[in-house]
């Protein structure tokens, strides 16, 4: 079993990693399936803007319309970007979900495509968090050979 724990003030709080939805170039996001503290079950998704917008629930125009502004100008500031978002999943769902991605897992056919079908089926209806901007320096000596 696999879990995560966090220092958070004084408190150390233990998440549960139920499921990893890896990324690659064509998806451009990642997720995450933890049973938090609390017994919820969430993913967390993070990603290209272009690749988890449309993922999102339409329930706060406002905050993507304010989100998209900021990474806007950290873009200009040539910073990185990502979308991060997430969603409670109930337990039913995430267990009959859970069914198909471990029979995807073990497919003789094309394993990739019922692997990224089920992760479609998950990474839906998102609520969206925000953004992040990193810095994305270049590796020693690049500089100088461009």
Not at 98 to 107: H, L, S, T, V
Request: aromatic share 6%.
């Amino acid at each position: 079993q696999r879990t995560i724990t966090i220092a958070l003030l004084e408190d150390e709080l233990e998440y549960e990693v139920l499921a990893l939805l890896d990324f690659d170039n064509v998806r451009k996001r990642m997720s995450i399936v933890l049973r938090c503290p609390d017994g919820k079950i969430r993913l967390y998704c993070k990603g290209a803007d272009t690749t988890v917008i449309p993922l999102l629930n339409a329930k706060n125009p406002g905050k993507l319309e304010n989100t998209l502004d900021h990474m806007n100008l950290f873009a200009t500031d040539g910073l990185r970007t990502l979308i991060i978002a997430c969603k409670e999943i109930p337990t039913s769902e995430y267990d009959e979900w859970e069914i198909g991605f471990n029979e995807a897992k073990m497919d003789l056919g094309d394993r990739d495509a019922a692997i990224n079908a089920c992760y479609d089926l998950i990474e839906t209806g998102l609520d969206l968090i925000g953004s992040t901007a990193i810095e994305d320096k270049l590796q020693d000596g690049v500089p100088e050979c461009i």
